[in-house]
């Protein structure tokens, strides 16, 4: 039996192209001149986390054989 770490890397592997349009995204949104807010920016999506319901989306997509993905603002 696979152990399960493994098992979702492989599955994040079948999401990549996506989540990395999520990570622009989100990079983008918090695109700014202010210093103070750029870093804050960077802190919040360093911690982790806020890609897990993107992949969780996506894999659930896949699963269901949905083919184009849609970002809106």
Partial sequence: ????????????????????LVERAMREQLATQAEVIAAVGDHVLASGGKR?????????GAAFLVRQVVFAP
């Fill in 52 to 60: 897990m319901r993107p992949a969780i989306l996506l894999l659930a």
């Fill in 1 to 20: 039996m696979s152990d399960s770490p493994s098992v979702f890397a492989d599955a994040l592997d079948h999401v990549a192209e996506p989540l990395e």
